[in-house]
Structures are given as C-alpha cells and as structure tokens.
C-alpha cells in the first residue's frame, strides 16, 4: 500500500506558523506574493494574512516559475517568495521570503490525520505492508514516518511514483495506492486499486476507483476490510449454489422431486443465499 503524504495523511491544510514576526509591510508584499502563486503554501499563506486584515502592497513584475517560487519588485527592490535553498534548504514544510539580500524562512505546519496511526497499524494486522511515497523533502517526511513507522520515500517525481508500482507489480505484489494530488493521477490509475480523499484534485478522484470522506484515514481500513468480507461471501454463495445443484440435479432427474419439493428448495437455496449476502451490512462497522 502506498501512501501519498500531503493531503493524504496529513489533512493538506497548511497554516503558517511564524507570520506574527514580520513586520506590517513584510507581510503586505508576501500577501501580493503570495495572491499570484497557485502553489497551496502560498494560498494557505494569503489566507491566512487576509483573515488578519493584511492589505496587499504593490508589487510589480510578479512572475511565478512553477518549481521555484514568485518574483517580483517592489518600490524597486526585488522580492520573491520561494522554495528555500542554500542554509535554509533543509526546512521541511516551509517557503522563503526574499526582499532584497534579506531572507526570511516562513515554516508552515500540516496536521497529520487524527487517526493515521492507528489506521497504519490495523493495515499491517491485515498483511498489508503501508510505505510513503512523497514529492516532499526528505527531512519533511521524517516526522509522519517515524509517528506511522512506515518506509518514506522523498522528491518523487509522478514518473517516479509509477515506476515503484510497476516495479512492485513485476515482483508480484497487488498494489493499492492512496494520493490525492494532481501528480498522483498516474499512479492511482497504475495500482491495481487506488482510493483518494475527498479533497483530492478532480484529476485524482476520476483516476481512483474510490473517494473516502472527511478528516478520517479510517475509511481507508474499513473499505479494505469490507472488501475481504465481500469476496468471502462471494465464494460461500458460489459453494451453496454448486452444493445444492449436485444435490438436487440428480434427484430430478431420478425423479424423485415433486414441483412443489422443487419449488420449496428452489426459493430456500435462494433465500440462503440473500440472508448470507446480508452479513456484509455489519461490514463497514
């Protein structure tokens, strides 16, 4: 089972955590940064300013490289809102504020879902082996790897993402994965079975074959569980029908069954077989 990690088993909704140190018009020109970029750092970061009553400053000559981050000038001097490099390249969940020489890194948090642990550890009970696979930093994984004890893989490119799960499939496994975002589209469509978020992008909801709903991984479990239930049903009622045709076939045609005896046995197997389907309604609890 591969797990996409923001947005998946975080909630991907980011909050910026230091903006309170900046100054009034630092956090004026981030807010204009931050409105010409689509990336969700800078959207959670414009919200957060607007709830706050930020104005927006002028700023001119905005362009966004997607990759790296927005640029533009204000009043002349050059600022930008960009991925961190250089001292700062070892931030997690974070952007960075360039005006002029002067950097200011901006970390954000991303609450992990409330139940991820307890939902990777019923996976694992169930002979499922949960790994991450994350276009994200290394050292922005670490915290959520250790917490689900699961194996992290960072800076995976879409590509990346779907020659694991080829690989996986070359060495036999049945792979179901989860993601939510627009690069994890090929990979839901790659696994033998792919689940997203209800928050996911249109993208990756049409590429999964199921949508879960809320803030809960849980979902992700039970539907696992309802599914081994499902097909273990499936194959008792294969096994009543086949049992009950080699032993009512030959009486037949021995002739040693009435039409009302048929007629009863008939509507009995099917009656058997329903009220053994009807189990399955417990099966999401």
């Not at 903006?19 to 750092?41: D, F, G, K, M, N």
């Not at 975002?181 to 993208?203: E, K, R, W, Y």
Request: aromatic share 2%.
């Amino acid at each position: 089972m591969i797990f996409d990690k923001t947005g998946t088993l975080t909630l991907g909704r980011p909050e910026p955590i230091n903006v309170a140190q900046l100054t009034r018009q630092e956090r004026s020109i981030i807010l204009a940064l931050a409105r010409a970029s689509r990336h969700p750092l800078s959207i959670a970061l414009a919200a957060t300013l607007q709830r706050q009553g930020v104005v927006a400053a002028v700023v001119d000559d905005l362009v966004e490289r997607p990759g790296v981050g927005v640029r533009g000038t204000c009043d002349g001097c050059p600022v930008a809102l960009e991925r961190p490099s250089g001292a700062t390249a070892w931030a997690g969940l974070a952007s960075e504020f360039i005006s002029g020489s002067r950097r200011t890194l901006l970390t954000f948090a991303d609450a992990m879902r409330p139940d991820a642990v307890a939902t990777t550890a019923q996976l694992r009970t169930m002979g499922l082996e949960p790994i991450i696979a994350s276009g994200d930093r290394p050292q922005a994984l670490y915290d959520i790897a250790i917490a689900t004890d699961m194996l992290a893989t960072g800076r995976m490119t879409p590509q990346a993402k779907l020659a694991m799960i080829e690989r996986l499939k070359a060495q036999g496994h049945r792979v179901l994965m989860v993601g939510d975002g627009l690069n994890d589209g090929p990979a839901l469509a790659a696994g033998h079975v792919s689940l997203a978020p209800s928050s996911a992008s249109d993208a990756s909801q049409l590429a999964a074959d199921a949508v879960f709903l809320g803030d809960s991984l849980a979902p992700v479990a039970i539907a696992l569980r309802t599914a081994r239930r499902t097909l273990a049903v499936v194959r008792q009622n294969f096994a009543l029908a086949v049992g009950y045709n080699v032993l009512a076939v030959p009486l037949a045609i021995a002739g040693m069954v009435t039409p009302l005896v048929a007629a009863l046995a008939m509507s009995g197997s099917s009656i058997i077989v329903v009220a053994n389907a009807l189990r399955l309604r417990s099966a999401a609890t």
